[in-house]
């Protein structure tokens, strides 16, 4: 879900909890109509008719995905929460990172017994969090600190599901905070983030995505070798032999990836361990920016029957 924020035309995540204008609409929108808007989002975002009848694309597949293979159990490991006893139930808790508070109102976060650094985020929304770097700072600015709690009173007050292009697995997620540590290695820099992409259960794909300034990626093929596919543009590409903990989380996405036809597992390599971040089921909301060919060649990867 990285870039998936920025996509849209109707919305930021960086509003401070202001919905897109469609908002309304699209909550109270009739599931049969659902088909007929994505037709209108799919054209806005892509210039492309979206065929939903025979889709051949890994864009358009995805678009199929969100209204016909929305499974309960995929908004349960959308939710942040939610996916962890799930999560630690498959490949054990040890993969899990550690949490400093649960809760459902800001008004109620313990400030006085956290660290001095950690992160507030919301299990129910993309890119819906904030860092705190120094709690002391924070507390003392007042101005920022309403105006961070006033993002997180809208946040919590809606569902995510119209901001993102209707990926249907958010609409009935339970809004709930949670606060974690920040992860930064010894040498003081963010953790490398691998993405998993598995396709009718079977991992094809995997990202390894180095949060430089700017960004710098590589992408590997199902055997470990340089791929030919560019997942985004917007990142550096570069090359290097797959570690062993990459490996793992492969394995790993494999066990978690079982009678979903397609889910995007994401890891974080903090100080030389893996830990899971999240599941996406619809990545970029179906809306990859990519070529022609590559779009086709991943929607061919990809089974829906």
């Known amino acids: 879900m990285n870039l998936l924020c920025n996509l849209f035309k109707f919305g930021s995540a960086d509003d401070i909890g202001e919905p897109p204008w469609e908002y309304n609409l699209l909550v ?55 996916a962890r006893d799930w999560v630690k139930s498959k ?43 120094s709690k002391e700072d924070f507390l003392k600015e007042i101005n920022l600190y309403n105006y961070i709690k006033n993002r997180f009173d809208g946040w919590m007050k809606q569902t995510f599901f119209p901001w993102g292009g209707l990926e249907t697995q958010y609409k009935t997620i339970k809004p709930q905070l949670l606060i974690e540590p920040i992860l930064i290695d010894d040498d003081k820099s963010f953790p490398i983030e691998y993405e998993i992409y598995c396709f009718n259960s079977v991992p094809k794909i995997y990202q390894k995505v180095k949060y430089t300034n700017p960004a710098r990626c590589c992408v590997y093929d199902e055997d470990f070798q340089k791929s030919d596919i560019t997942l985004n543009p917007a990142y550096i590409i570069e090359f290097e032999e797959a570690s062993e903990t ?30 899971f971040n999240e599941m996406t089921f619809t990545p970029f909301s179906g809306f990859f920016q990519t070529d022609d060919k590559t779009n086709l060649k991943l929607g061919k990867m990809l089974k829906l029957k």
């Open 246 to 275: 990459l490996k793992k989380a492969a394995e790993l996405s494999k066990t978690l990836s079982k009678q979903f036809k397609l889910v995007r597992v994401d890891w974080l390599l903090y100080n030389n361990k893996i830990y």
């Open 28 to 82: 109270t929108l009739e599931e049969s109509q659902y088909p007929k808007y994505l037709e209108k989002l799919f054209k806005r975002q892509t210039g492309k008719k979206l065929n939903l009848k025979h889709p051949k694309t890994f864009n358009e597949k995805i678009q199929w995905l969100k209204l016909y293979d929305n499974i309960p159990l995929k908004s349960d490991l959308t939710d942040k929460v939610k």
């Open 91 to 133: 490949i054990g808790e040890e993969y899990l990172k550690p949490v400093l508070w649960i809760g459902q109102n800001f008004d109620e976060i313990p400030f006085d017994k956290l660290p001095n650094s950690f992160i507030i985020k919301t299990n129910h929304g993309c890119k819906w969090q904030y860092k705190i770097k």
